[in-house]
């Protein structure tokens, strides 16, 4: 059964980078059949996506956010990283990784979150 | 890009009631649209996609429809396992978001 599982500091300094890992247990991330996704929800707002990551490298996000934003992944340990640059407190959130079926748009399996507190 | 609007942004029901979600497009995206639902600490988890289809394992008491603009979430005979925030997603261009909708135990 497939699990996602989101890591890394809950709390990040402004103008920091903040670094998320999501390891992926009970499939590959190097499927073909799949990308991997990261979303946000700040406390109180809605969800906004960040980006996906498709396993032979290509990216692609969310515009709003593309200059400070970049998406890995590690064959070795199956886990996608998110990397943001220059935090501010609007990137104060919860931060979810999640699959999408390669040609489809939706999120069929998701991570529980972790919290991001971007604060000095 | 396109702008999702669900409403009610929360609901009080009772078990065994009726709830209806509404979700609505700022300009048109056929049945690409799927719903979630979400529970405090938990992951969130897909019930519908293609407006109207149900996700494998989840109950018959949900259902969708629309297309278009216009859709809606309905939960027949709410449980207490429904009382969840539940949203909306469309990725014409990239993946967009409703701004959820709570269902409260009333």
């Known amino acids: 059964q497939l699990q996602l599982q989101e890591s890394g500091p809950g709390l990040v300094k402004p103008s920091e980078t903040l670094s998320l890992t999501c390891t992926v247990s009970?499939?590959?991330?190097?499927?073909?059949?799949?990308?991997w996704g990261w979303i946000r929800q700040p406390p109180g707002k809605g969800l906004e996506w960040i980006g996906s990551?498709?396993?032979?490298?290509?990216?692609y996000y969310n515009p709003s956010l593309k200059d400070r934003v970049t998406l890995s992944g590690d064959t070795s340990k199956n886990q996608i990283s998110l990397t943001v640059t220059s935090v501010t407190a609007a990137d104060t959130a919860v931060y979810y990784c999640?699959?999408?079926?390669?040609?489809?748009?939706?999120?069929?399996?998701w991570g529980q979150g972790t919290l991001v507190t971007v604060s000095s | 890009d396109i702008q999702m609007t669900q409403s009610p942004s929360s609901v009080s029901a009772s078990v065994g009631d009726r709830v209806t979600i509404t979700c609505r497009a700022s300009?048109?995206?056929?049945?690409?649209l799927a719903w979630y639902q979400h529970k405090p600490g938990k992951a969130p988890k897909l019930l519908v996609y293609g407006a109207s289809t149900l996700q494998s394992g989840v109950p018959s008491r949900f259902s969708g429809s629309g297309s278009g603009t216009d859709f809606t979430l309905t939960i027949n005979s709410l449980q207490p396992e429904d009382f969840a925030t539940y949203f909306c997603q469309e990725a014409s261009s990239f993946p967009s978001f409703g701004g959820g909708t709570r269902v409260e135990i009333k």
């Open positions: 990551f498709y396993y032979t490298g290509s990216s």
């Open positions: 999640a699959r999408r079926d390669h040609g489809k748009y939706f999120f069929d399996s």
């Open positions: 300009q048109g995206i056929s049945n690409r």
């Open positions: 009970g499939d590959s991330f190097s499927s073909r059949a799949y990308y």
